[in-house]
């Protein structure tokens, strides 16, 4: 009988995709798997679940071969010693204990942690542990730990409350310009014309129905963003007001922790496709000189192997 290998799970689940890393127990990662959103306050707890299903399934066939999956749930084949599930929308103690329940119930692991997806930016992009993460995708959440372990929490208020400076809020703000151009309130037909662009769309018109799809996710509205961007890019001032606006934004969370906080020039760990290129300069030129060493976190399921991997250390005899 082959005695399979002890694994370590993370899990990213964000507003746009659900990412499963499997990987050893020193960290070096064995597979990857994937699935759509799980963020729960936007697709509800039972399409949420079934999104970490699908992901944590993938790696772990990678891992074990296809013939686990007509074995019932691919993990109660698997050893997973310890796992992280970092999960935007875990925003409470309830929210925490729903999602906790959920991996009890399925035997995913026996020792684990689910918290608020920015935990993941905060582990994989601060030397040691402390600093600020602050993460700028479909939402928008900042999170900073001091030496000490204080936590300080800003933004993650989801796309009715907060989100500012989101791909969500860019694109919020980007209709109402092009629907404000289509109907005469406004000027911004450059806007407006990238906007019907983006989704093929002939008419302004055709935007109330294709907004209002239920096929239309808020991953799907928070895409638009890119082409916001990219009009920025081109010195068009409707998108460039839009930009500076997020910038602003992202940098007020920011200033906000470190005002928090009170820790002198505090590590910042950076996340999300907004903040991977041209608008990262613009909200660390308005943060200013208050944090320390800026890193981008390109991959944050590394945060949850981290976070995995010292719930092991924790269970070790002394």
């Known amino acids: 009988m082959v005695t399979l290998p002890e694994l370590l799970l993370s899990v990213d689940g964000g507003g746009t995709k659900t990412q499963a890393l499997v ?12 699935g759509p959103s799980s963020t729960v306050h936007n697709v509800g707890f039972e399409k949420a679940s079934q999104a970490l299903a699908t992901a944590i399934e993938g790696a772990l066939v990678n891992v074990l071969g296809p013939q686990t999956r007509g074995e019932g749930r691919a993990w109660r084949a698997a050893r997973i010693s310890a796992a992280c599930f970092g999960l935007a929308g875990i925003d409470s103690a309830e929210d925490e204990a729903q999602f906790s329940r959920w991996v009890r119930e399925e035997a995913i692991a026996p020792r684990f942690s689910v918290v608020n997806d920015s935990e993941l930016i905060l582990a994989a992009g601060t030397p040691e542990g402390w600093g600020i993460a602050l993460v700028g995708g479909t939402g928008s959440i900042c999170l900073g730990r001091s030496r000490e372990g204080r936590t300080v929490r800003v933004g993650g208020w989801g796309p009715i409350l907060g989100d500012e400076g989101s791909g969500y809020q860019i694109a919020v703000s980007a209709l109402h310009r092009a629907t404000q151009a289509a109907d005469g309130r406004g000027q911004a037909k450059a806007l407006l014309e990238a906007v019907l662009r983006h989704w093929s769309l002939k008419d302004a018109g055709a935007l109330i129905r294709h907004v209002h799809d239920e096929a239309t996710t808020p991953s799907d509205i928070a895409g638009l963003a890119t082409a916001v961007l990219d009009l920025a890019a081109r010195n ?25 906080m009170g820790s002198a020039k505090p590590p910042l760990a950076l996340a999300g496709g907004l903040l991977r290129a041209s608008l990262r300069q613009a909200v660390l030129a308005r943060v200013g000189e208050e944090v320390g060493a800026v890193n981008y976190v390109a991959d944050p399921p590394l945060g949850g192997v981290v976070i995995a991997r010292r719930l092991l250390q924790r269970a070790a005899p002394a």
């Open 23 to 34: 990987a050893d127990l020193e960290g070096k990662v064995l597979a990857r798997g994937l």
């Open 236 to 260: 068009d001032p409707d998108a460039r007001v839009i930009v500076e606006e997020a910038a602003a934004a992202l940098a007020l969370h920011v200033q906000t922790v470190v005002r928090k």
